[in-house]
């Protein structure tokens, strides 16, 4: 079964609109969920981390939010550019699971100018 | 220069045939990594290894086996390729522990099963 999920699976913003994209998980010991971006033909590559110690982390106009409660955490791009267009992995990773993270299908933005 | 490398870049394999896919880190890295990406799927594991010697088994190992000689090198072999393993298979290689959790990706082989 699916242990993370993401939706929706593509998204189109106009510039300067916020952006959300959606994740779920499964697994009640995770403990540690990255999001990953990946512009076309090129390689995955870290975006933004949490972990459960709190329920949101900003980076300049990349901010998650997390609740563990109903194990749902968001993605939200602030004034959304054409060069945030890409494909957003969600991903988790807990002590269960070992060195090793599960992601999510993707989700696909592209942002319009 | 880039920390993670793999080779070939791109591959055509015939059905049956033997295909190694290479990867080479220059981070120091314990932990290695192999995905295939289909779209559909995202990214999905196909095994792993813990240091030069040990490899583990990921969400999809069925028709693959690793290699790990050494702390720089992790191999992906597949003995009897079919065409349901054309993909883009990426390897990665990373630290766990406090802040140490990032996964650092090479540039991913394009392999062709005909």
């Known amino acids: 079964q699916q242990q993370v999920r993401q939706s929706p699976q593509s998204l189109t913003v106009w510039e300067g609109e916020t952006a959300i994209l959606n994740c779920s998980y499964e697994?009640?010991?995770?403990?540690?969920f990255p999001w990953y971006w990946q512009f076309p033909r090129e390689s995955p590559a870290l975006l933004i981390a949490?972990?459960?110690?709190?329920n949101k982390k900003e980076d300049g106009r990349f901010t998650i939010f997390f609740n563990k409660r109903e194990k749902k955490l968001s993605l939200h791009i602030t004034d959304s550019q054409p060069g945030d267009s890409a494909t957003y992995f969600c991903?988790?990773?807990?002590?269960?699971?070992?060195?090793?993270?599960?992601f999510g299908i993707g989700t696909r933005v592209l942002v319009r100018p | 220069e880039a920390a993670v490398t793999q080779s070939p870049r791109n591959k055509v394999a015939v059905t049956g045939g033997k295909v190694t896919l290479s990867c080479n880190q220059t981070?120091?890295?314990?932990?290695m990594y192999w995905y295939r990406q289909d779209t559909g799927h995202g990214l999905r594991l196909i095994h792993y290894s813990y240091g030069a010697g040990s490899t583990e088994k990921g969400d999809i190992p069925d028709g693959y086996k690793a290699s790990r000689p050494s702390q720089e090198n992790f191999s992906l072999i597949l003995e009897l390729a079919t065409p349901s393993q054309t993909s883009v298979y990426f390897c990665a290689s990373g630290d766990w522990g406090a802040n140490q959790d990032t996964q650092y990706f090479g540039p991913g082989t394009r392999l062709l099963v005909l």
């Open positions: 991903a988790a990773s807990g002590d269960s699971a070992g060195n090793k993270l599960t």
């Open positions: 697994d009640s010991t995770f403990d540690y």
């Open positions: 981070n120091n890295h314990n932990n």
């Open positions: 949490i972990r459960p110690v709190s």
